[in-house]
């Protein structure tokens, strides 16, 4: 049997056992288990049983033929797994890098692995530990990610968090997770019947919550035609507050795509991470980038959340810097980039100017393209924003991490989240479930998202007065104070029965429904 027969058996398995155990979870699992179903596997319970039996561990996935049943420690995970030996000094040397540039920006602070620094390190010695281990923590179906690429029905992720274990049955979650990227499916896989397996089928069996009966099909396939790339994220550093400055915790992003070829993950860029600071230091560069995203076509995709920038424009590394707040600042990938704002305000040849923006709109109109989401200046900035990788990990949620993974280890986990996922991931799981029904209908999707702020619900009701879409706490727009008109990009983000819009900073467009008051 191939390796990837194995994947797809061990995801039989996986979805088998969803039936089975899928009705004990905890409290807060249940809560958004409905919103779920179908589209993420995040009950603790079957998660335990998935990992612990190493079928869906990364060692096992990627070198099958390795004798099963114990899971490798961080020190020989990196060391006895050849896919895997360029990630190491890659982070390496991004934080040898991170290190450097705080040194140069803040002379004054300390920066180190421990409480005495000012700004406190990522222990990369975890990452070469006998006592750590990367856990099975969820399970998502990214099928509305199939825009990407048709021919493999989008993408099944397997997401792992880093743990430390202890004497005593103890556990401590770190602050790091590996995200393991498969395609759904190889367009040469078949069924028992030697039938195509398609994308409906495919996500029928989702959405049936575990009825994976007939998946594995008798044609092989190569073994790693299914690994698409796997994708870091660490919270790289955390500075407590001080007279200087506020709490910040700041998370590296990165991203190895599979190689074929030399059957490696490489180093790559990270999709739309588009490179602020490499943009603006090149006239060219600059300019390029501007005629590319405001062509008509480009701006289609760019509103609807599905282009994909070409990797001229893209950086191999994020910092997603948090809290980042509702106001612009040099916080957010796109700063500067807009003028009106920061490094574009004043300067003679920002990348993008309100004319460049209102004239793209316009041309784009004339050629009767209907705009979902951008309708503005203050849209577009968002936009290019919320499209970047870390730009979205900023907004909506937990820290640093839309996805930290569901905490099973124990019952008593010294370092454990009440929810495996943050507000934006769950706010997106009608769009996604939206998804799955057309193609298990046959029909093609539509793949367009809405800003990450806030969810596009495409007519449901399930998410109404929640804090997902217009309940407390949710992200709404200050129509009518602030701002003193309302702005086109943003208008349906109003808040429910009770509550107001009202201002959380100094932002004079986006606000949180609260309470009203006198």
């Known amino acids: 049997m191939s390796r990837a027969l194995r994947i ?20 807060s699992a249940a809560e958004n288990a409905p919103l779920a179903r179908g589209t993420a596997i995040t009950d603790p319970d079957l998660l335990r049983k998935l990992d612990q039996s190493d079928a869906l561990s990364i060692a096992h996935l990627l070198q099958p033929e390795r004798n099963a049943g114990v899971p490798l420690t961080s020190d020989l995970l990196f060391a006895s797994l050849p896919q895997l030996k360029q990630i190491p000094p890659a982070i390496d040397a991004e934080f040898d890098r991170y290190i450097a540039q705080h040194e140069l920006a803040s002379p004054s602070e300390t920066i180190g692995v421990g409480e005495g620094f000012d700004v406190q390190l990522f222990d990369r010695a975890n990452l070469k530990a006998a006592n750590t281990r990367f856990v099975l923590a969820g399970i998502v179906n990214r099928m509305d990610r199939a825009y990407v690429s048709e021919e493999s029905c989008g993408e099944i992720r397997l997401i792992y968090r880093l743990a430390r274990f202890e004497a005593g049955n103890t556990a401590t979650r770190l602050p790091m997770t590996f995200n393991l990227v498969m395609k759904a499916r190889d367009a040469r896989q078949t069924d028992a019947n030697g039938k195509t397996i398609t994308c409906a089928e495919l996500a029928r069996r989702w959405l049936d919550n575990g009825d994976w009966q007939g998946l594995i099909g008798s044609r092989t396939v190569p073994d790693d035609a299914m690994f698409d790339r796997i994708e870091t994220n660490i919270q790289i550093s955390i500075a407590p507050k001080s007279a200087l400055h506020d709490f910040r915790s700041d998370y590296l992003l990165k991203v190895f795509r599979y190689d074929a070829a030399t059957k490696t993950f490489v180093e790559s860029t990270l999709e739309n991470q588009i490179d602020r600071d490499r943009i603006l230091a090149d006239d060219a560069l600059r300019r390029d980038f501007k005629a590319w995203l405001l062509a008509p076509a480009h701006l289609r995709e760019f509103d609807r959340g599905t282009v994909l920038i070409p990797e001229q424009y893209l950086a191999k590394a994020a910092v997603a810097p948090t809290p980042a707040g509702l106001d612009a600042s040099d916080l957010q990938p796109e700063f500067g980039m807009v003028r009106g704002e920061g490094k574009g305000e004043g300067n003679s040849d920002p990348v993008f100017t309100d004319d460049d923006v209102v004239g793209a709109l316009k041309q784009a109109a004339a050629r009767g393209i209907t705009m979902e989401n951008i309708r503005s200046v203050a849209g577009f900035q968002r936009r290019l924003n919320d499209v970047t990788c870390s ?81 407390w706490g949710a992200h709404c727009s200050l129509q009518n104070e602030g701002s003193g008109t309302p702005d086109k990009s943003f208008t349906s983000w109003t808040c429910a029965k009770g509550l107001t819009c009202q201002a959380a900073a100094a932002s004079s467009r986006i606000g949180m429904c609260f309470i009203k008051t006198r």
């Open 391 to 471: 730009g979205c990990h900023q907004i909506r949620g937990i820290g640093g991490f839309h996805f930290p993974g569901v905490d099973w280890l124990s019952d008593k986990a010294t370092n454990s989240t009440i929810v495996p996922a943050s507000p934006h991931f769950v706010g997106d799981q009608l769009r996604r479930r939206d998804i799955l029904i057309a193609f298990a209908a046959g029909k093609h999707p539509d793949f367009s998202r809405g800003f990450a702020s806030r969810p596009q619900t495409r007519g449901s009701r399930e998410l109404a007065g929640t804090e997902y879409q217009d309940g």
């Open 8 to 27: 797809l058996l061990a995801a039989q398995i996986l979805l088998a056992a969803t039936m089975l155990f899928g009705s004990v979870m905890s409290l």
